[in-house]
Every structure is written in structure tokens, then in C-alpha cells.
């Protein structure tokens, strides 16, 4: 069967920002061109002091007061103008020009001067050039960096020309994949600057403000406080106002949120010029802009004191560095801005969680069901169940009407059933017609599965769908796998043995297993690091495993053998996961990407770039047409299969994620990180919808029970804790004002919702699993500390 075509690398041309509109915008070039950059494009929000082109535009590099924003928007058309005539664009030319007659008839004669019309620093052809050149390489890359997350982040390789798509495998960087802006373009921004000792001042003068601010301004305000921080420090260290840079810090790191502890002691290390350079927590806030959501009537008390008190310096920062997604209505308390915020680029703009996402199931396909005489006798004496079963002779025939949230049947290419999958399908039902009913008052037993002497580290388990095989990945870069039924694990025998056996027999496939080789424990040896991810196929005919040496391998569960060494991420990778469906699979590494892969082909079909730091967990969508990844840049991603786009993007979380489970239904998604809370997403309106508070330290393992009624949690804090998921999700506020500004009320009602909580001598839980009947299983090693 065919694989998800290959994406073609298709070229995106930059776009300004949704709300920047007080300038006037250029139409789009022709396609044969590249469309030219508009003037406002760098803009954070459209409703900027004067003009949004002085957040990009050459600004004078000794300290002073600013240039006006009509002069520095008029170098900024000057210098594209220029751009577009030395590369022989004369149409997109002619449309800026006639586009631009507002600003002045002598427009078109300064961008044909070889004096480049007094740009600053321009003292002929080749100055002129340079800096024309230098100015529109930032309006580009500024403009570039707003967009955001499709399948690859989209950045000008050269300025004016939009990049194509396609990420290199395994470049390092997230914010800054192969196709970011170099180093030295991304740090010239810090170039012009003001007073550094003016730099306490202006932020303690809007501190003051902020916080004599009235309540309901106060909380939306306060969250300029971390961005403005940030980027007010690196100004300060990359123009080497060394002494000036650590009284800074030392004097406002103390306000900043808890949450963000991390970020600032990495960024406390940064004390030099060249320390800066290879940073990647200091490139990750250069390169995406900070998004804040914040209602029109705070904006605008905001935008009239920075205008009063001619703060350039923040005003800058605040265009340049930030994204401003406003909102009309009543400002956010600091409830529920705390609620969302804590990501390392802010919130997630509401237009990223704007389009459809088809959560629905997929129809089963139907087929007849051979019916069990014997086992039904065995069961049942009475033979009462056997008339209902008998009624129930096709599977899937219990889901005949197409779910209207699914997509379509054939949206993407899903491999055919085999006649070993329905028979595993029909044993799937016989199981579900025993599974017990949970709720809170039934709650379901668990089975724990220590792994005790584990000295070689336990860093991976999985269980099979049928619960009759565990896996283990360990630090000693061995993959482990125990039958925890009766059942001996057994391989297939030799090629000389099997040229003896009758192939017409019944019971050949009996017959070709070699009884000699059967054991409870196989060891699996061929990475060359730390095993992190162990993924079971659906048919239990394959094992995949990740590890830090780079690779995804796939093991035959028949021959115990390596099949194949997928080779994309350069650096570890942290999880791997097979589709429902199998034969698709994702991993995610710490080169920021997650890769779709298919089991024949040797390179990923998908690459999905957006995050800033590493895909820590991945977890494919019941429907297979969707992928979560969540991240140590504290956000979760959901993306489409199809096409590789970002399709939602969730923040909340203060520290990375580690666990992810998609609700049976496929409508919801439960999220566990190092906060020690889960929270719950609403995956059609894109809203979080619950916060689940009890552990203590991070949570490993997140699995709902079969039928969605439950949601179990296993942490370091040594506990599994059971959630009612049926009450967590009714009487959900989804109305269409909740969706649009992200005004949620979550409830605290962790303790009503809290159904159980299980403690384990000294076994941190690394793995959950419902069986097919509701038995909870839940593994980790042993830890004597």
C-alpha cells in the first residue's frame, strides 16, 4: 500500500502579521517573483506609535534619541526599493512605488540615487548597498520569524526571497533549524541601543506603572515583565555593558515568575559578548517573537505611557521581540493568565488554534465473525450471551454511522486489514463483552510490574495491546522483552529446519516455531546508548525502540532480530511510537523535530518542525490522522499527518512534558510534565479544559481506561492516581467568546475528581496499561534511595 505522498518543499512568501494595518501594504508579486517585504511587517501589532516600520528598520547605531517613524519608515521603502530595482524586479517595483505615492513623489528618484537618499551611514554606491542590504535583511528576517509554525519554520536564506520548506535531517536548533537566520544577522538586532545606565530606570519606570495600574490592567500587564527583562539584558551583554548587565539582573531577576526559575539561570550565565553565540535558549528568544495576549483596553494604557514618557528603548522591544494578540472584551484575571502562560515563547496566538481538526474515529471496517461455540458453552451454561452474540456478526457493525468529527475514511493511506488482525479484532470483542464497567464506584484492580536489580537503569517500558508481552529499555543500551503470560516467548527456527517442514499442514505455523530457543526473556542487542522509547506494532509482529545513539530501530518479535536502523535524528532520540493502524511511526528527538516514518521506507515522510527545544513525548491520535508531541520548551503541538501543519498548539505547563494520552474518543487530550499537573485539552475548540493537581514531582505515565471513564496517572512521586474522566469533561464551557479571547474558568476541583491514589514502596511509575478488560497494569524499577 502507498505511503503518504512525500511533501514537495513548497515555497511560502512572507506574510505580515494579522493585525498590522496602519500602513500601506504592498499586493503580493507575481508567482514567478518573490514577493517583496512590506514595510510593516516586522510590526508585533498593527496599532504600533506612529508607524510599525521602526520595529525593523536602521535605527542610529551611537546613543541618542530615536530617529522619527516617518523618516525610519521611508529608509525602509528606500532600502527595498532598492533591492527590487538591483534584481531586476521592475514590476514588483512599480506596484511598491505606486503603492508608496502617499509618502512622497520623490520617492522613486531617492531610490534610484546612488546616495541612497540619506540612509544613515550611506557615504556612496558600496555603503549604500551594504546598508540598504543590512536593513532589509532584518525587515525579512523579522517578518519571516512572526509566521510561525507550519511544517518547517519559514526564514529568508537570502534577503527578500522567501525559503523553501524543506529542514535538512538532524540540524540542530528548533527556533534555529537549517533555515533560520545565521547567528551574527540574528544577534546584529541588539546593535542599536540606548543609555545602558538609562536601562533601570525605563524598566523600574514601568514597573511603577504597571503595578499602580488598576487590578483588572495589572495582571495582563505584568506579563511584559519576563519578555522585556530578557531582551533589555541581552541588549545590554551584547553591546558589552558588562557592569551594567549584572546590576540589572541582579536587581529585577527577583520579580520575575517562579516558572520561569530555568530560563533565568541559563540566561545568567550569559555575561559576555561571546558567550551569546552558541546559546540556544538565547537564539530561541531572538528568533521567535513572545507572544502576549492582552485585551485592547490594556493595550492601549500600555502603548499611551510608553508614548508619554518617550520610552523608545521598551517601545522597541516591545515591536521588535514581541507578538501582542489583542482581544475586545473584558481583560483576563491573573488566574486565569497564569492558567496558560509559562512556555518559553509565551502563549500560543489564537489563530494557531483556529482551523479544523477532524477528532472523530474512524468507521471500522466490517467483516463476519466466526462465532466460538465452544468457548460461549464454556462461558456460559445457560447460553443467554450466545443469542446476543450471534446478532452481532460483523465487527464494526456497532459504529455503521460515520462519526461527523472523522475524517474522511481514505484522507490517508492506512494499510489493509490481514486475516491475523481480525482475528485479533474478534478477540478484541470477546474481551471487550467481559470488560468490567468503571467508574467511581467501581474502580479497576492494578497490577504492578516491578523490575527489581535494575542496576543498568530502566528507561523505557511498553506493554502489548493484548497484554501478553512487557518491554524494557535500559541504559546499558539493551532492549528486554518478557512474555507475562504462560506463553514462552519463541523464535522461528533455522532456514535448514524450515526446508523440512510440510507447509500443506494444518498446524504449520505451530510447526515452524523452534520449541529448543522458547524462554520468558529475550534480550534484543544493537544500539549503541541509553534505549528511551520502546513501542509494541498493533499486530505484536514488531517492536521499535529509540535510543541516544541517534537511531529508531525495528525488531521482529518472530525472529528477535534487528530489521532495520532508521537514521534522521543526529542527536538522541527521546520517544517513538507506532499508529494505531502500525506501519506508520514517530519519533522525537533533541533536534527540536519529530519525524513520520513509515516501516519501508528508510527516510521520514514528515518532518515537523516548530518547537523550541527537544520533543521530549509523542502519541498518535486514535484516527491516526493527527501526531501530539509535547516539549521541554513547555508547550504540546498537535499535527497533521496529511500535510505536516501545525494544527494546535498548547500552552500551560511550567515545565517540560513528559506524558501524553489521546481520550478513546479521540475528542480530548491529557498532558503530564515536571509540574506535577495534568491538564486537558478540548482538541476540536483547541481550549484547555481542566487541570488535574495531586502529584508531586513529574508525571511519567498518563492512560485512559478503555471506555474513557478513567484517567490514570503514574508519577516519580511513586503513585498512580485515578481521575473521573466523565465528570472532568462534562458541562464544558465551550461557548464561542470562551473560544475567542481564551477566557477559561477552569474549576478547582482536583480533589472531587481525585477517585484514588496508589503508593509503591519505592518504584517511581514509568508506564500504565489498561488490559482489554480494564485491568490496570502499571511498571517501574525499583529504586532503594
Same mark, same amino acid.
Given at each position: 500500500?502507498?505511503?503518504?505522498?512525500?511533501?514537495?518543499?513548497?515555497?511560502?512568501?512572507?506574510?505580515?502579521?494579522?493585525?498590522?494595518?496602519?500602513?500601506?501594504?504592498?499586493?503580493?508579486?507575481?508567482?514567478?517573483? @518573490?514577493?517583496?517585504?512590506?514595510?510593516? +511587517? *516586522? =510590526? &508585533?501589532?498593527?496599532?504600533?506609535?506612529?508607524? /510599525?516600520?521602526? %520595529? #525593523? $528598520?536602521?535605527?542610529?547605531?551611537?546613543?541618542?534619541?530615536?530617529?522619527?517613524?516617518?523618516?525610519?519608515?521611508?529608509?525602509?521603502?528606500?532600502?527595498?526599493?532598492?533591492?527590487?530595482?538591483?534584481?531586476?524586479?521592475?514590476?514588483?517595483?512599480?506596484?511598491?512605488?505606486?503603492?508608496?505615492?502617499?509618502?512622497?513623489?520623490?520617492?522613486?528618484?531617492?531610490?534610484?540615487?546612488?546616495?541612497?537618499?540619506?540612509?544613515?551611514?550611506?557615504?556612496?554606491?558600496?555603503?549604500?548597498?551594504?546598508?540598504?542590504? @543590512?536593513?532589509?535583511?532584518?525587515?525579512? +528576517? *523579522? =517578518? &519571516?520569524?512572526?509566521?510561525?509554525?507550519?511544517? /518547517?519554520?519559514? %526564514? #529568508? $536564506?537570502?534577503?527578500?526571497?522567501?525559503?523553501?520548506?524543506?529542514?535538512?535531517?538532524?540540524?540542530?536548533?528548533?527556533?534555529?533549524?537549517?533555515?533560520?537566520?545565521?547567528?551574527?544577522?540574528?544577534?546584529?538586532?541588539?546593535?542599536?541601543?540606548?543609555?545602558?545606565?538609562?536601562?533601570?530606570?525605563?524598566?523600574?519606570?514601568?514597573?511603577?506603572?504597571?503595578?499602580?495600574?488598576?487590578?483588572?490592567?495589572?495582571?495582563?500587564?505584568?506579563?511584559?515583565?519576563?519578555?522585556?527583562?530578557?531582551?533589555?539584558?541581552?541588549?545590554?551583554?551584547?553591546?558589552?555593558?558588562?557592569?551594567?548587565?549584572?546590576?540589572?539582573?541582579?536587581?529585577?531577576?527577583?520579580?520575575?515568575?517562579?516558572?520561569?526559575?530555568?530560563?533565568?539561570?541559563?540566561?545568567?550565565?550569559?555575561?559576555?559578548?561571546?558567550?551569546?553565540?552558541?546559546?540556544?535558549?538565547?537564539?530561541?528568544?531572538?528568533?521567535?517573537?513572545?507572544?502576549?495576549?492582552?485585551?485592547?483596553?490594556?493595550?492601549?494604557?500600555?502603548?499611551?505611557?510608553?508614548?508619554?514618557?518617550?520610552?523608545?528603548?521598551?517601545?522597541?522591544?516591545?515591536?521588535?521581540?514581541?507578538?501582542?494578540?489583542?482581544?475586545?472584551?473584558?481583560?483576563?484575571?491573573?488566574?486565569?493568565?497564569?492558567?496558560?502562560?509559562?512556555?518559553?515563547?509565551?502563549?500560543?496566538?489564537?489563530?494557531?488554534?483556529?482551523?479544523?481538526?477532524?477528532?472523530?474515529?474512524?468507521?471500522?471496517?466490517?467483516?463476519?465473525?466466526?462465532?466460538?461455540?465452544?468457548?460461549?458453552?464454556?462461558?456460559?451454561?445457560?447460553?443467554?450471551?450466545?443469542?446476543?452474540?450471534?446478532?452481532?456478526?460483523?465487527?464494526?457493525?456497532?459504529?455503521?454511522?460515520?462519526?461527523?468529527?472523522?475524517?474522511?475514511?481514505?484522507?490517508?493511506?492506512?494499510?489493509?486489514?490481514?486475516?491475523?488482525?481480525?482475528?485479533?479484532?474478534?478477540?478484541?470483542?470477546?474481551?471487550?463483552?467481559?470488560?468490567?464497567?468503571?467508574?467511581?464506584?467501581?474502580?479497576?484492580?492494578?497490577?504492578?510490574?516491578?523490575?527489581?536489580?535494575?542496576?543498568?537503569?530502566?528507561?523505557?517500558?511498553?506493554?502489548?495491546?493484548?497484554?501478553?508481552?512487557?518491554?524494557?529499555?535500559?541504559?546499558?543500551?539493551?532492549?528486554?522483552?518478557?512474555?507475562?503470560?504462560?506463553?514462552?516467548?519463541?523464535?522461528?527456527?533455522?532456514?535448514?529446519?524450515?526446508?523440512?517442514?510440510?507447509?500443506?499442514?494444518?498446524?504449520?505455523?505451530?510447526?515452524?516455531?523452534?520449541?529448543?530457543?522458547?524462554?520468558?526473556?529475550?534480550?534484543?542487542?544493537?544500539?549503541?546508548?541509553?534505549?528511551?522509547?520502546?513501542?509494541?506494532?498493533?499486530?505484536?509482529?514488531?517492536?521499535?525502540?529509540?535510543?541516544?545513539?541517534?537511531?529508531?530501530?525495528?525488531?521482529?518479535?518472530?525472529?528477535?532480530?534487528?530489521?532495520?536502523?532508521?537514521?534522521?535524528?543526529?542527536?538522541?532520540?527521546?520517544?517513538?511510537?507506532?499508529?494505531?493502524?502500525?506501519?506508520?511511526?514517530?519519533?522525537?528527538?533533541?533536534?527540536?523535530?519529530?519525524?513520520?516514518?513509515?516501516?519501508?521506507?528508510?527516510?521520514?515522510?514528515?518532518?515537523?518542525?516548530?518547537?523550541?527545544?527537544?520533543?521530549?513525548?509523542?502519541?498518535?491520535?486514535?484516527?491516526?490522522?493527527?501526531?501530539?508531541?509535547?516539549?521541554?520548551?513547555?508547550?504540546?503541538?498537535?499535527?497533521?499527518?496529511?500535510?505536516?501543519?501545525?494544527?494546535?498548539?498548547?500552552?500551560?505547563?511550567?515545565?517540560?512534558?513528559?506524558?501524553?494520552?489521546?481520550?478513546?474518543?479521540?475528542?480530548?487530550?491529557?498532558?503530564?510534565?515536571?509540574?506535577?499537573?495534568?491538564?486537558?485539552?478540548?482538541?476540536?475548540?483547541?481550549?484547555?479544559?481542566?487541570?488535574?493537581?495531586?502529584?508531586?514531582?513529574?508525571?511519567?505515565?498518563?492512560?485512559?481506561?478503555?471506555?474513557?471513564?478513567?484517567?490514570?496517572?503514574?508519577?516519580?512521586?511513586?503513585?498512580?492516581?485515578?481521575?473521573?474522566?466523565?465528570?472532568?469533561?462534562?458541562?464544558?464551557?465551550?461557548?464561542?467568546?470562551?473560544?475567542?479571547?481564551?477566557?477559561?474558568?477552569?474549576?478547582?476541583?482536583?480533589?472531587?475528581?481525585?477517585?484514588?491514589?496508589?503508593?509503591?514502596?519505592?518504584?517511581?511509575?514509568?508506564?500504565?496499561?489498561?488490559?482489554?478488560?480494564?485491568?490496570?497494569?502499571?511498571?517501574?524499577?525499583?529504586?532503594?534511595?
Amino acid at each position: 500500500m502507498a505511503a503518504v505522498p512525500e511533501e514537495p518543499a513548497e515555497v511560502v512568501a512572507v506574510k505580515p502579521d494579522p493585525e498590522a494595518g496602519t500602513p500601506p501594504q504592498p499586493p503580493a508579486a507575481p508567482p514567478a517573483t @518573490a514577493a517583496p517585504p512590506a514595510p510593516s +511587517a *516586522a =510590526a &508585533a501589532e498593527g496599532e504600533t506609535a506612529g508607524s /510599525a516600520g521602526d %520595529a #525593523s $528598520s536602521a535605527k542610529p547605531s551611537a546613543p541618542g534619541p530615536a530617529a522619527s517613524p516617518a523618516a525610519l519608515d521611508r529608509q525602509t521603502l528606500v532600502a527595498v526599493l532598492q533591492f527590487l530595482r538591483r534584481s531586476n524586479l521592475r514590476e514588483s517595483e512599480e506596484i511598491l512605488r505606486r503603492e508608496a505615492r502617499l509618502l512622497g513623489e520623490d520617492l522613486g528618484a531617492a531610490a534610484l540615487s546612488p546616495a541612497g537618499a540619506g540612509l544613515p551611514g550611506a557615504s556612496g554606491g558600496e555603503g549604500d548597498a551594504s546598508s540598504s542590504e @543590512a536593513l532589509l535583511s532584518r525587515v525579512t +528576517a *523579522a =517578518a &519571516a520569524i512572526a509566521i510561525g509554525s507550519s511544517v /518547517a519554520p519559514v %526564514a #529568508s $536564506s537570502s534577503p527578500g526571497v522567501a525559503a523553501a520548506t524543506a529542514v535538512p535531517p538532524g540540524k540542530v536548533g528548533g527556533g534555529v533549524v537549517e533555515d533560520q537566520p545565521d547567528v551574527s544577522a540574528v544577534l546584529s538586532a541588539y546593535n542599536q541601543q540606548g543609555d545602558p545606565t538609562l536601562y533601570e530606570e525605563y524598566y523600574s519606570g514601568l514597573k511603577n506603572f504597571i503595578e499602580c495600574s488598576l487590578d483588572c490592567h495589572r495582571a495582563e500587564l505584568s506579563q511584559l515583565f519576563y519578555p522585556l527583562f530578557v531582551h533589555m539584558y541581552l541588549e545590554l551583554v551584547y553591546n558589552q555593558h558588562e557592569s551594567e548587565a549584572k546590576s540589572f539582573f541582579e536587581r529585577f531577576h527577583g520579580d520575575q515568575e517562579c516558572y520561569y526559575q530555568d530560563d533565568l539561570r541559563v540566561l545568567s550565565s550569559l555575561t559576555k559578548k561571546e558567550h551569546m553565540k552558541g546559546n540556544e535558549t538565547m537564539l530561541d528568544f531572538r528568533t521567535s517573537k513572545f507572544v502576549l495576549r492582552i485585551s485592547r483596553d490594556s493595550y492601549q494604557l500600555l502603548k499611551r505611557h510608553l508614548q508619554e514618557k518617550q520610552n523608545n528603548q521598551i517601545w522597541n522591544i516591545v515591536q521588535e521581540h514581541l507578538y501582542i494578540d489583542i482581544f475586545d472584551g473584558m481583560p483576563r484575571s491573573k488566574q486565569q493568565i497564569d492558567a496558560m502562560v509559562g512556555s518559553l515563547a509565551g502563549e500560543a496566538k489564537r489563530e494557531a488554534n483556529k482551523a479544523k481538526v477532524f477528532f472523530g474515529l474512524l468507521k471500522e471496517p466490517e467483516f463476519d465473525v466466526p462465532l466460538d461455540d465452544e468457548d460461549e458453552e464454556g462461558e456460559n451454561e445457560e447460553g443467554k450471551p450466545k443469542k446476543k452474540k450471534a446478532k452481532r456478526d460483523s465487527v464494526g457493525s456497532k459504529s455503521k454511522k460515520q462519526d461527523p468529527n472523522a475524517p474522511p475514511q481514505n484522507r490517508i493511506p492506512l494499510p489493509e486489514l490481514k486475516d491475523s488482525d481480525k482475528l485479533d479484532k474478534v478477540m478484541n470483542m470477546k474481551e471487550a463483552a467481559r470488560r468490567v464497567r468503571l467508574g467511581p464506584e467501581c474502580l479497576p484492580s492494578i497490577c504492578f510490574y516491578t523490575f527489581l536489580n535494575a542496576y543498568q537503569g530502566l528507561t523505557a517500558v511498553d506493554i502489548t495491546d493484548d497484554s501478553s508481552m512487557i518491554v524494557g529499555g535500559f541504559a546499558d543500551s539493551t532492549v528486554r522483552v518478557w512474555s507475562v503470560t504462560p506463553k514462552k516467548l519463541r523464535s522461528v527456527k533455522a532456514a535448514a529446519d524450515l526446508s523440512l517442514i510440510d507447509k500443506e499442514s494444518d498446524d504449520v505455523l505451530e510447526r515452524i516455531m523452534d520449541e529448543k530457543t522458547a524462554s520468558e526473556l529475550k534480550i534484543l542487542y544493537g544500539h549503541s546508548g541509553p534505549v528511551y522509547g520502546t513501542s509494541f506494532s498493533p499486530d505484536r509482529n514488531y517492536l521499535l525502540s529509540c535510543s541516544e545513539d541517534g537511531t529508531v530501530r525495528l525488531w521482529s518479535l518472530q525472529t528477535f532480530t534487528c530489521l532495520v536502523g532508521y537514521k534522521g535524528h543526529n542527536y538522541p532520540v527521546w520517544d517513538t511510537q507506532f499508529s494505531p493502524y502500525g506501519y506508520y511511526f514517530v519519533s522525537g528527538g533533541h533536534d527540536r523535530v519529530a519525524r513520520l516514518w513509515a516501516t519501508d521506507h528508510y527516510q521520514p515522510l514528515r518532518i515537523f518542525a516548530g518547537h523550541l527545544a527537544d520533543v521530549t513525548c509523542t502519541r498518535f491520535h486514535p484516527n491516526s490522522n493527527y501526531i501530539a508531541t509535547g516539549s521541554a520548551d513547555r508547550t504540546v503541538r498537535l499535527w497533521d499527518v496529511l500535510n505536516g501543519n501545525c494544527v494546535r498548539i498548547f500552552t500551560g505547563h511550567k515545565g517540560p512534558i513528559h506524558s501524553l494520552a489521546f481520550s478513546p474518543n479521540g475528542r480530548f487530550l491529557a498532558t503530564g510534565a515536571t509540574d506535577g499537573r495534568v491538564l486537558l485539552w478540548d482538541i476540536g475548540h483547541g481550549l484547555m479544559v481542566g487541570e488535574l493537581k495531586g502529584h508531586t514531582d513529574t508525571i511519567y505515565a498518563l492512560r485512559f481506561s478503555r471506555d474513557g471513564e478513567i484517567l490514570a496517572s503514574g508519577s516519580m512521586d511513586n503513585t498512580v492516581r485515578l481521575w473521573d474522566a466523565v465528570k472532568a469533561f462534562e458541562d464544558l464551557e465551550t461557548d464561542d467568546f470562551t473560544t475567542a479571547t481564551g477566557h477559561i474558568n477552569l474549576p478547582e476541583n482536583s480533589q472531587d475528581l481525585l477517585l484514588g491514589t496508589y503508593m509503591t514502596k519505592s518504584t517511581p511509575v514509568v508506564h500504565l496499561h489498561f488490559t482489554r478488560r480494564n485491568l490496570l497494569l502499571a511498571a517501574g524499577a525499583y529504586s532503594s534511595q
